[in-house]
């Protein structure tokens, strides 16, 4: 089954405490995003990258940091997490059709940063 | 940056009734796509609009893409419950290009 899993679903830490979560595709998709969900500000990209060693920034990319070593993970660390961080976050996985990127969503990580 | 507004930001109406969404922006995007969220889950994919005027069904849906290319419209015939949820736009996501998603319209259909 073509799916994107993340991991953990859900998760509370302390400010401070280095976290990662790890996103998964098994559809050999080059493009994978990273995106947080906040209530009124809908979905804004964090990273973007186009493909393995490939990474850009989004659209509010401070205190994040992603790495894409091998096409199919796409992890995303918060190095020193902060309350403002406490969000839902979601991986995305896409692939190119025409001349733009349709995308596969994964279920979602609800962080909550005390 | 480029920025999309959605509106209505909620709409409940009642199971049969008709409905329209709108996804505005005051950029011009080369594509733009519309998903659907439930709760607890990821956005879905919906449909890709890509050219100016374009207009594409899906069974009760019917989306259209602006002439000018800077917005769109979700149309629903007889809405169900099964349409409730959390409706999206999004632009960019070109080659190169980030991604950049509407507030969304936050949609719940009464039996």
């Known amino acids: 089954e073509a799916q994107v899993t993340q991991n953990p679903r859900y998760l509370i830490t302390v400010t401070g405490k280095k976290l990662t979560v790890t996103c998964s595709q098994n559809m050999n998709h080059e493009y994978m995003s990273w995106y947080r969900q906040d209530p009124g500000l809908g979905l804004r990209q964090i990273y973007y990258s186009m493909n393995v060693e490939v990474t850009d920034k989004g659209d509010v990319p401070e205190g994040y940091k992603v790495s894409r070593k091998e096409k199919r993970n796409f992890p995303l660390i918060l190095e020193s997490p902060s309350p403002n961080q406490t969000s839902l976050y979601f991986c995305?996985?896409?692939?190119?059709?025409?001349?733009?990127?349709?995308?596969?969503f994964g279920p979602g990580t609800r962080l909550t940063v005390t | 940056t480029q920025l999309l507004e959605q509106s209505p930001q909620f709409l409940s109406i009642q199971e049969g009734e008709n409905l329209t969404v709108y996804c505005n922006s005051s950029s011009v995007f080369s594509s733009l796509q519309w998903y659907r969220q439930e709760p607890g889950e990821g956005p879905v994919l919906l449909v890709t609009?890509?050219?100016?005027?374009e207009v594409k069904k899906l069974k009760r849906l019917t989306f259209q893409f602006g002439d000018a290319r800077k917005d769109s419209s979700l149309h629903i015939t007889a809405a169900q419950p099964g349409d409730t949820g959390l409706y999206l736009c999004?632009?960019?996501?070109?080659?190169?290009?980030?991604?950049?998603f509407g507030p969304g319209t936050r949609l719940s259909v009464l039996p």
């Open positions: 999004a632009g960019g996501g070109n080659y190169g290009q980030n991604f950049v």
């Open positions: 995305a996985s896409s692939y190119l059709v025409g001349g733009w990127y349709e995308q596969y």
């Open positions: 609009v890509v050219t100016g005027g």
